[in-house]
């Protein structure tokens, strides 16, 4: 029964982000849910109270963020030679979930235009795991403490997030056409660059 019940509400929890990615928050109501989740809405009810409370559990969730431990097992050693490659596997890692996430794509949209408890649930969950793929990199390379990680690392992510938001309406920006691998491509050199200069 509690296995069932478990089930249920992972359920639930995975159609309110499949709801979000093709309707965005305008098309977000319990009957949706319910009818994406393939579950009667009483159970929304029963298992989350109401739907500000499921939105709230769902941004607690973190699935829409991508995971820093999956990102790490698959790095080779090179990209973790030093604490400057370390952040651009961090910060490009980042730019490739949010690229093929329309889902978080959504949520950050929705995040620059309103201000709520549920927008502040989610900025708040992908802050904090920004800040332990920062917690972690102080621990790899002590040699981190003599930079300003925290603003270099908010540089990199802002702009690296603006030039995905972007490519949805518009493919290109200063002729670099980010609905290609290419484009991406050339902003992970680009930063990798950047980073070396920093003495």
């Avoid at 939105?55 to 030679?81: H, I």
């Avoid at 329309?102 to 949209?109: C, K």
Wanted: proline share 2%; hydrophobic share 40%; glycine share 6%.
């Amino acid at each position: 029964m509690a296995r069932d019940r478990e089930e249920t509400k992972a359920k639930i929890l995975q159609a309110v982000g499949k709801v979000l990615g093709t309707s965005g928050f305008q098309g977000l109501g319990v009957n949706a849910i319910a009818r994406e989740a393939g579950v009667d809405k009483v159970l929304i009810y029963r298992y989350f109270k109401d739907v500000p409370t499921l939105l709230k559990t769902f941004a607690q969730s973190g699935d829409y963020v991508g995971s820093l431990d999956r990102l790490l097992t698959q790095a080779s050693p090179e990209q973790l030679a030093d604490w400057r490659s370390a952040l651009v596997l961090l910060v490009m890692g980042y730019a490739k979930t949010l690229q093929h996430n329309p889902l978080s794509q959504e949520i950050f949209r929705w995040e620059l235009t309103e201000k709520n408890e549920l927008t502040e649930s989610l900025a708040l969950t992908r802050e904090k795991m920004i800040q332990a793929g920062l917690d972690w990199m102080r621990q790899q390379y002590p040699e981190v403490a003599d930079y300003d990680l925290e603003a270099i690392t908010a540089i990199l992510l802002s702009s690296v997030t603006y030039l995905v938001l972007r490519s949805r309406t518009r493919q290109t920006f200063l002729d670099i056409d980010f609905s290609q691998s290419t484009g991406l491509i050339q902003v992970e050199t680009t930063i990798r660059k950047f980073l070396e200069s920093i003495e």
